[in-house]
């Protein structure tokens, strides 16, 4: 079992930044790989950043890519994504997610823990 609990969300003007982290519990954190995907209102989840199990190696969804910046810091189990030059389309339900199998994945169907979200709200 992995319990993941995110905070950092928040309402932000279009240019704002935010920095959103998530502490993870119950396995040895550094055999996780780790990412962030985000939900809109009426939309699938998406898929916005992962980091490998060392945090050497980091893969941007295209839409982010430039904007925002993944980190971990296996020492105190944590994942954080600092978000710049955010824009009204990033607004969504920001989750992070774990992969037990330490796999490097896009796909949030390699993921098997989820936290609960958290809202980012960026006004135009």
């Known amino acids: 079992q992995v ?12 240019g704002g930044s935010l920095r959103l982290s998530c502490t993870a519990s119950g396995r040895t954190f550094s055999s996780i790989g780790m990412a962030w995907f985000r939900q809109a209102p009426g939309k699938e989840r998406e898929f ?19 904007r925002f910046t993944i980190s971990r810091d296996n020492a105190k189990n944590t994942v954080a ?6 824009k009204p389309e990033d607004t969504a339900v920001y989750y992070c997610a774990a992969n037990t199998a330490g796999s ?21």
Do not use: C
């Open 81 to 86: 994504l600092q978000m710049n030059s955010l």
């Open 104 to 124: 490097y994945s896009i796909r949030s169907s390699q993921y098997d823990y989820w936290g609960q979200g958290t809202q980012v709200t960026v006004s135009s």
């Open 48 to 66: 916005v950043s992962v980091i490998n199990r060392s945090g050497g190696s980091t893969y941007y969804a295209d839409s982010v890519k430039g």
């Open 3 to 14: 319990q993941l609990v995110e905070s950092g969300g928040g309402l932000v003007q279009a």
